[in-house]
């Protein structure tokens, strides 16, 4: 039976060597999570604490929206290792932004943009408003945050959308927003406000290529319904 402290384990089971042996890859995410915890507790190892971690919450994306009532169910477990383990989650998010803005992917349709904005919103526990701006090829030229805070005021949102939409040289858009609930089914509050922002692209000579409703995993598309 193994030593509950890791420097007493065989060295290619350390997560910490084994990483720098054979690369992240090779890791679980337990062992993974236990080189940013560093230490266990008493009783329980890094690794066993970071299974223990993973089982409560089920997934890395939990473990990112957790409350701190959920984190203090784990005795031994300060603000500091808690702090160390979202902090990392949202490194990873960004990484894939950044990498996504490296790559400007080209939009061909609703999925397309539903699955480059979901890992951020799906999980948002109030409505933000984010726009993504094509070129003329329909590859992302930036994805803008643009409110938090609901559609009702369409006019001051639609103004920013159109001011930032216009600074980046954007072609055409697609503007998204997150129902904190998880459904998707448009409000008229929705409708409403697509109506009007479609009305004010088509002034400036804009292109509106979609209004997406992020929810929980699924999203509403206003054109794929043939709002537009």
Not at 95 to 114: C, F, S, V
Not at 193 to 201: A, G, H, K, S
Request: net charge positive; glycine share 6%; aromatic share 6%.
């Amino acid at each position: 039976m193994k030593n509950n402290s890791i420097a007493q384990w065989p060295v290619d089971d350390r997560p910490r060597e084994k990483l720098l042996k054979h690369g992240e890859k090779a890791l679980s995410n337990a062992e993974l999570l236990a080189i940013l915890l560093h230490t266990g507790i008493k009783g329980q190892s890094a690794v066993d604490l970071a299974r223990s971690i993973l089982e409560r919450f089920g997934s890395f994306r939990a473990m990112s929206h957790a409350d701190a009532r959920s984190w203090r169910e784990f005795k031994g477990l300060g603000q500091a290792k808690t702090a160390q383990i979202k902090a990392a989650i949202e490194i990873g998010r960004r990484l894939r932004e950044e990498e996504i803005k490296e790559d400007r992917p080209q939009i061909k349709n609703a999925k397309d943009a539903a699955d480059l904005l979901m890992p951020r919103m799906r999980d948002l526990k109030v409505e933000v408003f984010k726009v993504i701006c094509l070129n003329a090829q329909n590859r992302v030229i930036e994805v803008l945050d643009i409110t938090e805070g609901t559609v009702n005021g369409a006019n001051p949102i639609i103004r920013e959308i159109m001011h930032k939409a216009l600074q980046h040289y954007a072609v055409s858009i697609i503007c998204a927003h997150n129902h904190p609930s998880g459904e998707t089914i448009p409000s008229q509050d929705d409708i409403k406000f697509t109506q009007e922002l479609l009305q004010t692209v088509r002034i400036l000579g804009l292109q509106l290529v979609d209004h997406i409703i992020v929810g929980n995993n699924k999203y509403y598309s206003f054109t794929q319904k043939q709002e537009f």
